[in-house]
DNA sequence: AAGTTATCTGCAATCGTTTGTAGCAACGAA
DNA sequence: TTCGTTGCTACAAACGATTGCAGATAACTT
């Protein structure tokens, strides 16, 4: 509602249009002094969207999430933030998992911003085609949509934080071991999964179909998964359950059955938080650092704003490390280890 | 970059603009038909930029908040953003309690948003006397800052929840009670320890300065000061903490001293989490329905757009309840006390 | 003093839309 | 046939800034 426009300006002290344009874009001009004077006493200030249609960008860049509420998202967007600086704004849209939404919301974004950054539910999305014909710099973060190859994406190291998961479940002895899995549409969910079958083929465990649960990322899902693996009539001994909101809702699973962790049941969770070296026993979990993933993310965008086309789609993994602490059976406390060293460089490695 | 414009549709089917805009308007044009295909075959999309330009307004709403990795703050914000439904999208800015950074967010923000959702963090703050001047709808969640008597705000109340958390442990039998309060510069750490002396006076103890530990909302603040609690010579048996960061931050100080809870350290804290339940003991809380104030916020936000300054402006303050679990010592567990049952309403109670 | 350069200024076009106004055709009513 | 109405359409003027260009002024040079 900026009233007072920039010609209010240039009448009051009787110069033109311009003079007042160069004067705030840190031009020489005459009366330099009497224009600041009469921005202020007007309370003039630029309307940005004026701007933005003559310079063709709008310094807005779509965080497109499923959801805020979930602190390894919030991590992300906020990581994010600190990357952008003072150039860039952040717009955020939750998604709430989706895809009708996302759809809507790119649609929506296309146009008002000037890239995105994507953190998509279902790896196949059909709907999302006619996005990457419009030239508009976009990012996966987390997970990614399959037939969408030459996007850039920043992603974890997901395989291999599921093979140290159920691995670490193993070094402990247990043979009956089950995977809360996300939906295995999504990235995550699918690499977790292969992750855990992998460790499982490398220790000549076969499969037991009984104990592999397909939830959803939802505190609920994991809740439920949890409970229909105690209904079993062998229940397994450990369990490796794939993100931080099923790890709850197993927990309260657990809890409510007065079910002794880790004595009757270790468990294991992907990503941390910070509550849980408080939880009872202090959760053992595979994590990474969500606030460099936002971070890289952003900057991979940024690049892509400046550069164009030039360079070829950047496909990261971030470093996913064992954070051991009582969940899975006594060990030494908080021993961690990391896939590489090189977790807190901000450029990390590219892969593949 | 969208590089098809109107025209290019327009001369593509051989009318005007204009008569493309009317069409997209929903008019009835003759080529209708013509236009919608050459739309698609060009895959021309409205630059919404010139739109805004146009019309005067972006379809923008900022959400200036400390931290969206807290919880809390998420909940706000996700509230807010359902409220605000498809016509508005929501721009995020995180400050980290820093004036400075709010300042040039709010500077930033002016011209380019249609409103203003904001969580200051100082009550007084001379630096944010320009911005009511612009008449930028404007709207506090939380907190508030003093001097801005005429904007609309949506808090909690705080009194009465410091009152009732206090309340708790004197109930239990308490007598050295302690509170680890926010900054007194701020609306809700003024507002909680208020109630919190209130609850001593009515019960005729004296306060003891020893037992007032004046933090800053954090993790690390909420640490230190459950230390230097411990430190004291005769330490309090009871601790009431004003939010939920500075509660972790207490709850690893107990856990790294071994202080039993709640036998040798009774603790109540301030905001829910979805954690609290899973924690040892499970933590005994005040709590509100942050997704609602997310919501009422955004709800005041939009009509204040819409209708100007024609009515007053609105002090909404959302009710507190108390969620007893296990911290404070044994009770029937899950009780929940509200100060009325009208906390789900989203037309809540606008008092004062 | 005259010529050359450097520095500043205003005009007008532009970014991509929307919208008021006037024109035009078609239509029914008189 | 003529007049008023209706229904579309195109033209052009906005919205509020930035910017190339040419003209004006000032500051040097010789």
Not at 4 to 14: L, P, Q
Not at 280 to 309: C, F, W, Y
Request: hydrophobic fraction near 40%.
């Amino acid at each position: 509602m900026s009233n007072v426009t920039i010609s209010d300006v240039a009448r009051k002290v009787g110069v033109s249009e311009s003079t007042v344009s160069r004067c705030l874009s840190g031009f020489n001009v005459r009366n330099a002094e009497a224009i600041r004077k009469a921005i202020k006493e007007l309370g003039y200030r630029p309307n940005l969207v004026a701007r933005n249609l003559k310079s063709g960008r709008t310094g807005l860049v779509a965080l497109i999430v499923p959801d805020i509420t979930n602190p390894f998202f919030a991590s992300i967007v906020r990581g994010a933030e600190l990357a952008a600086g003072e150039d860039y704004m952040i717009q955020l849209i939750n998604t709430g998992e989706q895809p009708e939404r996302e759809e809507w919301a790119i649609q929506r974004m296309m146009g008002q911003v000037d890239g995105i950054i994507y953190v998509p539910s279902q790896e196949d999305s059909e709907a999302m085609t006619d996005v990457t014909d419009r030239s508009i710099p976009l990012v996966f973060v987390d997970r990614l949509i399959k037939n969408f190859r030459n996007i850039d994406s920043v992603l974890a190291d997901n395989l291999t934080g599921g093979e140290m998961a159920t691995q670490h479940l193993l070094e402990h002895g247990h043979t009956k071991i089950a995977h809360i899995s996300g939906p295995l549409t999504s990235t995550p969910g699918k690499e977790r999964a292969a992750g855990f079958a992998r460790a499982l083929k490398a220790h000549k465990i076969k499969e037991d179909s009984n104990y592999f649960v397909e939830s959803d990322f939802t505190v609920l899902g994991g809740y439920q998964a949890m409970m229909s693996l105690l209904s079993l009539p062998t229940p397994p001994t450990a369990v490796f359950v794939a993100n931080n909101q099923m790890t709850i809702g197993a927990l309260k699973a657990l809890k409510e059955k007065a079910i002794k962790t880790p004595e009757k049941m270790a468990i294991i969770g992907f990503d941390d938080h910070e509550l849980t070296d408080l939880i009872d026993p202090p959760l053992t979990v595979i994590s990474r650092d969500a606030h460099l993933q936002g971070a890289i993310a952003m900057q991979t965008l940024l690049e892509r704003i400046k550069g164009g086309n030039q360079f070829p789609p950047k496909r990261i993994k971030v470093d996913v490390r064992l954070i051991v602490r009582g969940s899975c059976g006594s060990t030494c406390r908080h021993r961690e280890t990391s896939t590489s060293n090189a977790n807190k460089v901000l450029s990390a490695s590219t892969r593949s």
